[in-house]
Protein backbone atom coordinates (compact mmCIF):
# COMPACT_ATOMS: atom_id res chain seq x y z
CA UNK A 1 0.00 0.00 0.00
CA UNK A 2 1.70 3.60 -1.24
CA UNK A 3 -1.37 5.92 -1.37
CA UNK A 4 -2.65 8.35 0.90
CA UNK A 5 -5.58 6.41 1.77
CA UNK A 6 -5.89 3.03 3.67
CA UNK A 7 -8.49 0.32 4.43
CA UNK A 8 -10.72 1.35 6.93
CA UNK A 9 -10.53 -1.81 8.91
CA UNK A 10 -6.52 -1.14 8.94
CA UNK A 11 -7.49 2.59 10.04
CA UNK A 12 -10.16 1.73 12.55
CA UNK A 13 -7.98 -0.79 14.21
CA UNK A 14 -4.68 1.69 14.65
CA UNK A 15 -7.38 4.20 16.00
CA UNK A 16 -9.05 1.51 18.16
CA UNK A 17 -4.89 0.58 19.13
CA UNK A 18 -4.39 3.99 20.39
CA UNK A 19 -7.39 5.03 21.93
CA UNK A 20 -6.91 1.12 24.44
CA UNK A 21 -3.34 3.22 25.15
CA UNK A 22 -5.15 5.86 26.83
CA UNK A 23 -7.87 4.30 28.26
CA UNK A 24 -6.29 0.94 30.06
CA UNK A 25 -3.69 3.55 31.37
CA UNK A 26 -6.32 5.42 33.48
CA UNK A 27 -7.06 4.30 36.99
CA UNK A 28 -7.85 5.42 40.52
CA UNK A 29 -10.12 8.11 40.21
CA UNK A 30 -10.17 8.42 36.16
CA UNK A 31 -10.59 4.49 36.16
CA UNK A 32 -14.46 4.25 35.76
CA UNK A 33 -14.75 7.77 34.92
CA UNK A 34 -12.68 7.87 31.70
CA UNK A 35 -10.46 4.82 31.66
CA UNK A 36 -13.41 2.50 31.10
CA UNK A 37 -15.01 4.21 28.57
CA UNK A 38 -12.27 4.79 26.83
CA UNK A 39 -11.60 1.30 26.71
CA UNK A 40 -15.19 0.05 26.01
CA UNK A 41 -14.91 2.90 22.80
CA UNK A 42 -11.69 1.25 22.08
CA UNK A 43 -13.22 -2.25 21.56
CA UNK A 44 -16.17 -0.78 20.13
CA UNK A 45 -13.58 0.75 17.22
CA UNK A 46 -11.92 -2.91 17.21
CA UNK A 47 -15.01 -4.43 16.07
CA UNK A 48 -15.83 -1.92 13.60
CA UNK A 49 -12.57 -3.09 12.61
CA UNK A 50 -13.18 -6.55 12.26
CA UNK A 51 -16.32 -5.92 10.59
CA UNK A 52 -15.16 -3.58 7.63
CA UNK A 53 -12.31 -6.02 7.08
CA UNK A 54 -13.09 -7.57 3.80
CA UNK A 55 -15.16 -4.07 2.99
CA UNK A 56 -13.39 -2.19 -0.09
CA UNK A 57 -13.62 1.17 2.15
CA UNK A 58 -11.28 3.32 2.35
CA UNK A 59 -9.94 6.09 4.89
CA UNK A 60 -8.24 9.65 3.38
CA UNK A 61 -8.11 11.30 7.02
CA UNK A 62 -6.28 8.68 9.48
CA UNK A 63 -2.98 10.49 9.00
CA UNK A 64 -4.50 13.11 11.23
CA UNK A 65 -6.84 11.31 13.38
CA UNK A 66 -3.56 9.56 14.23
CA UNK A 67 -1.07 12.39 15.01
CA UNK A 68 -4.35 13.84 17.03
CA UNK A 69 -4.34 10.75 19.60
CA UNK A 70 -0.46 10.13 19.51
CA UNK A 71 -0.57 13.93 20.80
CA UNK A 72 -2.84 13.17 23.43
CA UNK A 73 -0.97 10.15 24.25
CA UNK A 74 1.96 12.64 24.75
CA UNK A 75 0.48 14.76 26.29
CA UNK A 76 -1.30 12.80 28.95
CA UNK A 77 2.35 11.40 29.32
CA UNK A 78 3.82 14.39 30.59
CA UNK A 79 0.93 14.96 33.09
CA UNK A 80 1.33 11.22 34.49
CA UNK A 81 1.65 10.86 38.27
CA UNK A 82 5.37 9.53 39.37
CA UNK A 83 6.73 5.88 38.97
CA UNK A 84 8.88 6.36 41.82
CA UNK A 85 11.76 6.63 41.02
CA UNK A 86 14.63 8.86 41.61
CA UNK A 87 14.45 12.39 40.26
CA UNK A 88 16.62 11.76 37.61
CA UNK A 89 14.69 9.16 35.85
CA UNK A 90 11.37 11.32 36.72
CA UNK A 91 12.70 13.99 35.05
CA UNK A 92 13.70 11.74 32.12
CA UNK A 93 10.58 10.07 31.52
CA UNK A 94 8.59 13.29 31.32
CA UNK A 95 11.24 15.13 29.28
CA UNK A 96 11.16 12.07 26.99
CA UNK A 97 7.25 12.57 26.54
CA UNK A 98 7.81 16.17 25.71
CA UNK A 99 10.19 14.87 23.11
CA UNK A 100 7.58 12.32 22.05
CA UNK A 101 4.77 15.71 21.63
CA UNK A 102 7.65 17.38 19.70
CA UNK A 103 8.55 14.53 17.40
CA UNK A 104 4.42 13.75 16.23
CA UNK A 105 4.22 17.59 15.24
CA UNK A 106 7.45 16.39 13.23
CA UNK A 107 6.06 13.59 11.74
CA UNK A 108 2.81 15.15 10.93
CA UNK A 109 4.36 17.25 8.54
CA UNK A 110 4.99 16.58 5.00
CA UNK A 111 8.56 15.83 4.85
CA UNK A 112 9.58 12.00 4.50
CA UNK A 113 12.51 12.97 5.55
CA UNK A 114 11.56 14.44 9.02
CA UNK A 115 9.37 11.97 9.58
CA UNK A 116 11.91 9.15 9.50
CA UNK A 117 13.91 11.28 12.18
CA UNK A 118 11.36 12.30 14.37
CA UNK A 119 10.24 8.09 14.21
CA UNK A 120 13.43 7.12 14.75
CA UNK A 121 14.58 9.66 17.13
CA UNK A 122 11.75 8.48 19.55
CA UNK A 123 12.54 4.80 18.83
CA UNK A 124 16.03 5.57 20.59
CA UNK A 125 14.75 7.67 23.72
CA UNK A 126 12.09 5.19 24.41
CA UNK A 127 14.65 2.05 24.55
CA UNK A 128 17.31 4.10 26.31
CA UNK A 129 14.10 4.79 28.78
CA UNK A 130 12.84 0.86 28.95
CA UNK A 131 16.66 0.25 29.39
CA UNK A 132 17.85 2.46 32.49
CA UNK A 133 14.12 1.57 34.16
CA UNK A 134 15.40 -1.26 35.91
CA UNK A 135 18.68 0.41 37.35
CA UNK A 136 16.75 3.46 38.41
CA UNK A 137 13.73 1.35 40.19
CA UNK A 138 16.12 -1.72 41.82
CA UNK A 139 12.98 -2.35 44.30
CA UNK A 140 9.80 -1.87 42.89
CA UNK A 141 6.99 -2.10 45.62
CA UNK A 142 4.63 -4.93 43.54
CA UNK A 143 4.52 -8.41 44.12
CA UNK A 144 4.98 -9.09 40.54
CA UNK A 145 8.64 -8.66 40.56
CA UNK A 146 8.82 -10.06 44.25
CA UNK A 147 7.44 -13.26 42.95
CA UNK A 148 9.51 -13.50 39.62
CA UNK A 149 12.76 -12.44 40.74
CA UNK A 150 12.58 -14.64 43.56
CA UNK A 151 11.18 -17.92 41.26
CA UNK A 152 14.42 -16.86 38.47
CA UNK A 153 16.40 -16.55 41.61
CA UNK A 154 15.25 -19.81 42.80
CA UNK A 155 15.68 -21.54 39.01
CA UNK A 156 19.60 -20.10 38.65
CA UNK A 157 20.58 -22.03 42.26
CA UNK A 158 19.21 -25.16 41.00
CA UNK A 159 15.70 -25.12 43.57
CA UNK A 160 12.32 -25.71 41.53
CA UNK A 161 11.15 -22.43 40.90
CA UNK A 162 7.49 -23.36 41.77
CA UNK A 163 8.27 -25.09 45.48
CA UNK A 164 9.81 -21.00 46.97
CA UNK A 165 7.34 -18.56 48.04
CA UNK A 166 8.34 -15.12 47.70
CA UNK A 167 7.36 -12.69 50.57
CA UNK A 168 4.25 -10.28 50.96
CA UNK A 169 5.87 -6.78 49.69
CA UNK A 170 2.35 -5.38 50.98
CA UNK A 171 2.77 -6.63 54.77
CA UNK A 172 -0.80 -7.89 54.63
CA UNK A 173 -1.73 -4.82 53.52
CA UNK A 174 -3.71 -5.51 50.18
CA UNK A 175 -6.01 -8.51 49.83
CA UNK A 176 -7.53 -9.25 46.45
CA UNK A 177 -9.13 -12.12 47.68
CA UNK A 178 -6.55 -14.70 47.72
CA UNK A 179 -2.92 -14.80 48.75
CA UNK A 180 -0.51 -15.55 46.24
CA UNK A 181 1.81 -18.74 47.86
CA UNK A 182 2.94 -20.08 44.30
CA UNK A 183 4.92 -18.31 40.93
CA UNK A 184 1.52 -18.15 38.97
CA UNK A 185 3.04 -17.90 35.29
CA UNK A 186 4.11 -20.47 33.05
CA UNK A 187 7.64 -22.13 32.81
CA UNK A 188 8.54 -20.21 29.44
CA UNK A 189 9.14 -16.54 31.23
CA UNK A 190 11.20 -18.06 33.65
CA UNK A 191 13.33 -19.65 30.77
CA UNK A 192 13.54 -16.27 29.10
CA UNK A 193 14.47 -14.39 32.28
CA UNK A 194 16.67 -16.48 34.25
CA UNK A 195 19.95 -15.46 31.41
CA UNK A 196 19.26 -11.75 32.36
CA UNK A 197 19.45 -12.48 36.15
CA UNK A 198 22.26 -14.63 35.78
CA UNK A 199 24.13 -11.50 34.20
CA UNK A 200 22.29 -8.33 35.90
CA UNK A 201 20.44 -10.07 38.79
CA UNK A 202 17.30 -8.30 37.57
CA UNK A 203 15.30 -10.58 35.29
CA UNK A 204 13.20 -6.94 34.11
CA UNK A 205 15.97 -6.34 31.75
CA UNK A 206 14.34 -8.93 29.11
CA UNK A 207 11.61 -6.83 29.15
CA UNK A 208 13.33 -3.40 28.73
CA UNK A 209 14.88 -5.20 25.62
CA UNK A 210 12.35 -6.55 23.89
CA UNK A 211 11.14 -3.16 22.80
CA UNK A 212 14.68 -2.29 20.58
CA UNK A 213 13.71 -5.55 19.23
CA UNK A 214 10.45 -5.25 18.50
CA UNK A 215 10.59 -2.09 16.56
CA UNK A 216 13.44 -3.49 14.37
CA UNK A 217 10.60 -6.55 13.98
CA UNK A 218 8.05 -3.92 13.10
CA UNK A 219 10.32 -1.90 10.60
CA UNK A 220 11.75 -5.55 8.73
CA UNK A 221 8.19 -6.49 8.57
CA UNK A 222 6.54 -3.00 7.37
CA UNK A 223 9.47 -3.56 4.22
CA UNK A 224 8.91 -6.89 3.42
CA UNK A 225 4.71 -5.94 2.95
CA UNK A 226 5.54 -2.83 1.17
CA UNK A 227 4.05 -0.72 3.36
CA UNK A 228 3.93 3.14 2.95
CA UNK A 229 6.25 4.91 5.98
CA UNK A 230 3.78 6.46 7.23
CA UNK A 231 2.00 3.48 8.54
CA UNK A 232 5.18 2.23 9.82
CA UNK A 233 5.99 5.36 11.52
CA UNK A 234 2.16 5.19 13.82
CA UNK A 235 2.42 2.04 14.56
CA UNK A 236 5.66 2.67 16.16
CA UNK A 237 5.30 5.72 17.57
CA UNK A 238 1.95 3.70 19.13
CA UNK A 239 4.17 1.65 20.43
CA UNK A 240 7.02 3.45 22.25
CA UNK A 241 4.31 6.32 22.80
CA UNK A 242 2.09 4.07 25.50
CA UNK A 243 1.26 5.92 28.36
CA UNK A 244 2.03 2.86 30.59
CA UNK A 245 5.68 1.61 28.31
CA UNK A 246 7.93 1.94 30.89
CA UNK A 247 5.68 0.61 33.84
CA UNK A 248 5.66 -2.61 32.01
CA UNK A 249 9.02 -2.85 32.66
CA UNK A 250 9.40 -1.20 36.07
CA UNK A 251 6.88 -3.46 37.23
CA UNK A 252 7.99 -6.83 35.70
CA UNK A 253 4.54 -7.47 33.72
CA UNK A 254 5.24 -10.39 30.95
CA UNK A 255 3.36 -8.97 28.33
CA UNK A 256 6.24 -7.92 26.80
CA UNK A 257 7.48 -11.14 25.86
CA UNK A 258 4.15 -12.01 24.06
CA UNK A 259 4.15 -8.39 22.12
CA UNK A 260 7.69 -9.53 20.92
CA UNK A 261 6.52 -12.92 20.03
CA UNK A 262 3.45 -12.05 18.45
CA UNK A 263 5.58 -9.58 16.47
CA UNK A 264 8.13 -12.25 15.54
CA UNK A 265 5.16 -14.07 14.58
CA UNK A 266 4.35 -11.66 11.67
CA UNK A 267 7.90 -10.77 10.84
CA UNK A 268 8.76 -14.41 10.26
CA UNK A 269 4.95 -15.16 8.47
CA UNK A 270 6.15 -12.25 6.09
CA UNK A 271 9.47 -13.63 5.29
CA UNK A 272 9.11 -17.63 5.42
CA UNK A 273 5.15 -17.92 5.45
CA UNK A 274 5.03 -22.00 5.53
CA UNK A 275 8.14 -22.02 7.97
CA UNK A 276 8.91 -23.77 11.03
CA UNK A 277 9.60 -20.14 12.74
CA UNK A 278 6.28 -18.69 12.37
CA UNK A 279 4.19 -21.11 14.01
CA UNK A 280 6.91 -21.69 16.52
CA UNK A 281 6.75 -17.84 17.24
CA UNK A 282 2.45 -17.85 17.69
CA UNK A 283 2.83 -21.17 19.52
CA UNK A 284 4.96 -19.61 21.93
CA UNK A 285 2.13 -17.35 23.12
CA UNK A 286 0.04 -19.68 25.29
CA UNK A 287 3.36 -20.63 26.64
CA UNK A 288 3.54 -17.83 27.80
CA UNK A 289 0.47 -16.61 29.32
CA UNK A 290 -2.55 -19.06 29.85
CA UNK A 291 -5.11 -17.12 28.68
CA UNK A 292 -3.99 -17.29 25.37
CA UNK A 293 -6.32 -20.24 23.98
CA UNK A 294 -9.00 -19.57 20.98
CA UNK A 295 -6.20 -17.38 18.91
CA UNK A 296 -4.34 -20.90 18.43
CA UNK A 297 -7.53 -22.06 16.92
CA UNK A 298 -7.96 -19.65 14.58
CA UNK A 299 -4.33 -19.88 13.71
CA UNK A 300 -4.68 -23.90 13.39
CA UNK A 301 -8.12 -23.14 11.72
CA UNK A 302 -7.73 -19.90 9.43
CA UNK A 303 -6.89 -19.68 6.30
CA UNK A 304 -4.09 -20.41 5.03
CA UNK A 305 -4.15 -23.00 7.29
CA UNK A 306 -0.35 -24.00 8.85
CA UNK A 307 0.55 -27.56 7.68
CA UNK A 308 0.36 -30.39 10.17
CA UNK A 309 4.30 -30.81 10.53
CA UNK A 310 4.67 -26.77 11.01
CA UNK A 311 2.18 -27.43 13.92
CA UNK A 312 4.15 -30.51 15.31
CA UNK A 313 7.25 -28.61 15.25
CA UNK A 314 6.16 -25.12 16.83
CA UNK A 315 4.18 -27.44 19.41
CA UNK A 316 6.91 -29.42 20.29
CA UNK A 317 9.09 -26.08 20.97
CA UNK A 318 6.52 -24.55 23.12
CA UNK A 319 5.70 -27.74 24.69
CA UNK A 320 9.42 -28.36 26.08
CA UNK A 321 8.70 -25.33 28.11
CA UNK A 322 6.58 -27.05 30.21
CA UNK A 323 7.72 -30.62 29.67
CA UNK A 324 11.10 -30.24 32.23
CA UNK A 325 9.74 -28.78 35.18
CA UNK A 326 6.69 -31.45 34.56
CA UNK A 327 9.57 -34.32 34.96
CA UNK A 328 11.14 -32.12 37.68
CA UNK A 329 8.29 -31.61 40.04
CA UNK A 330 4.78 -31.80 38.20
CA UNK A 331 2.65 -31.19 40.82
CA UNK A 332 4.45 -28.02 41.97
CA UNK A 333 4.44 -26.87 38.27
CA UNK A 334 0.96 -27.67 37.76
CA UNK A 335 0.05 -25.81 41.21
CA UNK A 336 1.87 -22.78 39.60
CA UNK A 337 -0.22 -22.49 36.25
CA UNK A 338 -3.43 -23.45 37.72
CA UNK A 339 -3.55 -20.83 40.57
CA UNK A 340 -5.18 -17.85 39.20
CA UNK A 341 -7.60 -19.71 37.50
CA UNK A 342 -8.41 -21.48 40.83
CA UNK A 343 -7.32 -18.92 43.54
CA UNK A 344 -9.82 -15.63 42.81
CA UNK A 345 -13.10 -14.94 45.17
CA UNK A 346 -13.98 -11.74 43.89
CA UNK A 347 -13.27 -9.45 40.98
CA UNK A 348 -10.49 -7.29 41.42
CA UNK A 349 -12.27 -3.58 41.80
CA UNK A 350 -9.52 -1.29 40.38
CA UNK A 351 -9.70 -3.72 37.12
CA UNK A 352 -9.93 -1.82 33.70
CA UNK A 353 -13.85 -3.80 33.11
CA UNK A 354 -17.47 -3.67 33.38
CA UNK A 355 -17.28 -6.50 35.86
CA UNK A 356 -15.71 -4.52 38.12
CA UNK A 357 -17.46 -1.54 37.46
CA UNK A 358 -20.64 -3.60 38.53
CA UNK A 359 -19.16 -5.16 41.78
CA UNK A 360 -18.10 -1.71 42.87
CA UNK A 361 -21.42 -0.53 42.28
CA UNK A 362 -23.51 -3.52 42.95
CA UNK A 363 -21.38 -5.94 44.74
CA UNK A 364 -23.12 -8.55 42.24
CA UNK A 365 -20.96 -10.08 39.53
CA UNK A 366 -20.71 -12.88 36.80
CA UNK A 367 -19.05 -15.99 37.91
CA UNK A 368 -15.21 -16.31 37.13
CA UNK A 369 -15.95 -18.98 33.97
CA UNK A 370 -17.73 -15.96 32.54
CA UNK A 371 -14.58 -14.91 30.42
CA UNK A 372 -13.57 -18.24 29.57
CA UNK A 373 -17.18 -18.86 27.63
CA UNK A 374 -16.96 -15.00 26.64
CA UNK A 375 -13.70 -15.57 24.88
CA UNK A 376 -15.51 -19.15 22.68
CA UNK A 377 -17.99 -17.37 21.91
CA UNK A 378 -16.23 -13.73 20.50
CA UNK A 379 -13.68 -16.63 18.84
CA UNK A 380 -16.34 -18.06 17.02
CA UNK A 381 -17.59 -15.06 15.71
CA UNK A 382 -14.69 -13.99 14.81
CA UNK A 383 -13.85 -17.16 12.67
CA UNK A 384 -16.92 -17.08 11.03
CA UNK A 385 -16.19 -13.25 9.72
CA UNK A 386 -12.55 -13.20 9.45
CA UNK A 387 -11.71 -17.04 8.04
CA UNK A 388 -10.94 -15.66 4.39
CA UNK A 389 -9.21 -12.43 5.85
CA UNK A 390 -5.46 -14.58 6.17
CA UNK A 391 -3.12 -12.89 8.34
CA UNK A 392 -4.40 -9.69 9.21
CA UNK A 393 -8.00 -11.60 10.39
CA UNK A 394 -6.08 -13.76 12.37
CA UNK A 395 -4.27 -11.59 13.96
CA UNK A 396 -7.69 -8.66 14.57
CA UNK A 397 -9.85 -11.73 15.13
CA UNK A 398 -7.60 -12.48 18.49
CA UNK A 399 -7.23 -9.36 19.28
CA UNK A 400 -10.73 -8.95 19.86
CA UNK A 401 -11.07 -12.06 21.12
CA UNK A 402 -8.94 -11.44 23.83
CA UNK A 403 -10.06 -8.27 24.30
CA UNK A 404 -13.73 -9.40 25.24
CA UNK A 405 -12.26 -12.09 27.19
CA UNK A 406 -10.62 -8.85 29.57
CA UNK A 407 -13.45 -7.10 29.57
CA UNK A 408 -15.93 -9.88 30.87
CA UNK A 409 -12.98 -10.99 33.15
CA UNK A 410 -11.85 -10.82 36.85
CA UNK A 411 -8.78 -9.21 36.25
CA UNK A 412 -8.26 -6.71 33.56
CA UNK A 413 -5.04 -4.45 33.47
CA UNK A 414 -3.19 -2.51 31.52
CA UNK A 415 -0.79 -4.70 30.55
CA UNK A 416 -3.22 -7.39 29.65
CA UNK A 417 -4.12 -4.67 27.17
CA UNK A 418 -1.11 -3.81 25.94
CA UNK A 419 -0.64 -6.94 24.45
CA UNK A 420 -4.32 -6.30 22.95
CA UNK A 421 -3.02 -3.09 21.64
CA UNK A 422 -0.08 -4.60 19.93
CA UNK A 423 -2.15 -7.11 18.24
CA UNK A 424 -4.22 -4.24 17.06
CA UNK A 425 -1.31 -2.66 15.36
CA UNK A 426 0.36 -5.66 13.69
CA UNK A 427 -3.20 -6.55 12.38
CA UNK A 428 -3.32 -2.99 10.74
CA UNK A 429 -0.15 -3.32 8.85
CA UNK A 430 -1.23 -6.98 8.25
CA UNK A 431 -4.51 -5.34 7.11
CA UNK A 432 -2.62 -2.32 4.82
CA UNK A 433 -0.62 -4.91 2.72
CA UNK A 434 -1.18 -5.49 -0.83
CA UNK A 435 -2.94 -8.95 -0.42
CA UNK A 436 -0.38 -10.96 -2.35
CA UNK A 437 2.37 -9.74 -0.36
CA UNK A 438 0.44 -11.78 2.61
CA UNK A 439 0.64 -15.04 2.81
Not at 368 to 389: K, M
Amino acid sequence: MTGADLPQSAASALLAAMVLSIGSSLGSDLLFLAGLPLTLAAFAVACRAMWLCESQRRSTNWMASSCFWLSAMAALGIVSPSSHGPLWYEIARHGYEVLGLFCVGLFGSDDPAWRRRSVMALAVAASALHLVTPFATPEPQIDVFTWTQTAVSALVHGVHPYTVHAPDVYGGSRSVGYTVTVYPYMPATLIAYTPWFFLFGDFRYALAMCLPITIWLVRSSARHLGLDGRITGVVILSLVLHLSGPIMVRSGWTESLLVLAATSFLYFRVRWPNGYAQATAFLLLPALKQYVVVPVALYVFMRPRPGIRVLIVGASVAAMTVVPFLIWNWHATVEGILFQMRAPTVPRLIATSPVAFMASMTGKFPPVWTSVVIQFIVGALAYARLRRSGLGGLLLGSAVTLFATFLGGWQAFVNYYYFIGMLLLLSAMALAANPQRVA
